[in-house]
């Protein structure tokens, strides 16, 4: 009779089916997951997408307006953004505005690509 390739997890000489999965890079997985975690939410994805549609930069007050929450919940999505790497702020006077970074602008177009948007 014929061994099975598959082993039944105990430990007596039997060949194992398969080779064990690679390492992960656990810095890599927790940058990854601390951008994916700021886009995984509906107001931050909206002014991610709305910061990277605009021409120069968008203050928060026209954001604000732009997705009906107030400017303490914008305020707190923007730094979120922000501190994931997916903005960045430049600061005129009183006001801030935001700009996509070049991670944004790869992933927004992967986004698209996706859905098949850019067809």
Same mark, same amino acid.
């Given at each position: 009779? %014929?061994?099975?390739?598959?082993?039944?997890?105990?430990?007596?000489?039997?060949?194992?089916c398969?080779?064990?999965?690679? #390492?992960?890079?656990?810095?890599?997985?927790?940058?990854?997951?601390?951008?994916?975690?700021?886009?995984?939410?509906?107001?931050?994805?909206?002014?991610?997408?709305?910061?990277?549609?605009?021409?120069?930069?968008?203050?928060?007050? #026209?954001? %604000?307006?732009?997705?009906?929450?107030?400017?303490?919940?914008?305020?707190?999505?923007?730094?979120?953004?922000?501190?994931a790497?997916?903005?960045?702020?430049?600061?005129?006077?009183?006001?801030?505005?935001?700009?996509?970074? %070049?991670t944004?602008?790869?992933?927004? %177009?992967?986004? #698209?690509d996706?859905?098949?948007?850019?067809?």
């Open positions: 009779m %014929e061994k099975d390739a598959i082993t039944d997890g105990t430990t007596g000489g039997a060949e194992t398969c080779t064990p999965p690679g #390492d992960v890079d656990s810095d890599a997985m927790a940058t990854d997951l601390q951008v994916l975690t700021a886009m995984g939410n509906d107001t931050r994805y909206e002014l991610l997408r709305r910061i990277a549609n605009a021409d120069d930069g968008v203050c928060v007050c #026209d954001l %604000e307006a732009a997705v009906g929450v107030s400017q303490s919940a914008v305020s707190q999505a923007l730094s979120r953004l922000y501190t790497g997916l903005v960045t702020r430049r600061k005129e006077g009183s006001w801030r505005y935001y700009e996509p970074t %070049e944004t602008t790869a992933l927004l %177009e992967i986004l #698209d996706l859905r098949g948007a850019h067809e």
